[in-house]
């Protein structure tokens, strides 16, 4: 159901990189929309991690990162830590649908 | 501190109505768009409506329009989403998130989230 679409899984082992692709078309990413992500512990609230394609809100270490090119989105965590582990969602906006749009979510584990 | 407190989620059959409410503090309610967003059990997240500053612009996702009302009173803090003819899809932890942005709407991102509130429409 969902126009912007991610990796059920990704994982690797503690200190690595790892990154999440995040496909939308030319109505949304790809028409120049923002893309933001959002971390979701298990049983907490999403929390915002990067706004703006890039920018990180106070708070958030550096370790995380965005990028955007076309109609695709990243996501990349350097040095992976244990508390990394949760559910990452992409979001931006959708022309078409004239609404918000998230992606399909990302589950992180770290080995 | 920002805080969003969501109230009013429960069991209820199809068909029926239930509201939504969402105490916001901590920040110029007033000055800030708000949206609801809602993850059905084991699910990803859905945005399902949002209302401007001031009240007078509201946006839906089409699974919800003409059923859902979004409001807000700016008096009291409060964002609402009126919710009819409830179906079982609609089964979900509904959040209230502030929405934060630069310029056109279309830029917004949601920087606050309450804690949610399970609604469950079953027979």
């Known amino acids: 159901q969902s126009v912007l679409t991610q990796p059920p899984s990704v994982s690797g082992a503690p200190g690595q990189r790892v990154t999440i692709s995040c496909t939308g078309s030319s109505s949304n990413i790809g028409a120049g929309y923002d893309v933001n992500w959002y971390q979701q512990l298990p049983g907490t609230a999403p929390k915002v991690l990067i706004y703006g394609n890039g920018n990180r809100p106070s708070g958030v270490p550096d370790r995380f990162s965005g990028s955007k090119s076309g109609t695709s989105a990243s996501l990349a965590i350097t040095g992976l830590q244990a508390e990394d582990e949760a559910d990452y969602y992409c979001q931006s906006y959708d022309s078409s649908l004239s609404g918000y749009v998230f992606g399909t979510g990302t589950k992180v584990t770290v080995l | 501190e920002v805080q969003l407190l969501e109230s009013g989620g429960g069991l209820v059959q199809p068909g029926e109505s239930l509201r939504l409410s969402c105490a916001a503090s901590?920040?110029?309610?007033?000055?800030?768009?708000m949206s609801w967003v809602r993850q059905a059990p084991g699910k990803g997240l859905e945005w399902v409506s949002r209302?401007?500053?001031?009240?007078?612009?509201?946006h839906y996702t089409d699974s919800v329009k003409g059923r859902f009302t979004i409001s807000r009173d700016n008096s009291k803090n409060t964002l609402y989403l009126q919710m009819n003819s409830l179906r079982p899809e609609d089964t979900a932890v509904y959040y209230c998130?502030?929405?934060?942005?630069?310029?056109?709407?279309?830029?917004?991102?949601?920087?606050?989230w309450g804690q949610g509130t399970l609604v469950t429409v079953s027979s």
């Open positions: 901590g920040f110029t309610f007033s000055s800030n768009a």
């Open positions: 998130a502030k929405a934060r942005g630069s310029g056109s709407s279309t830029s917004y991102y949601f920087d606050y």
């Open positions: 209302i401007n500053d001031i009240g007078d612009n509201t």
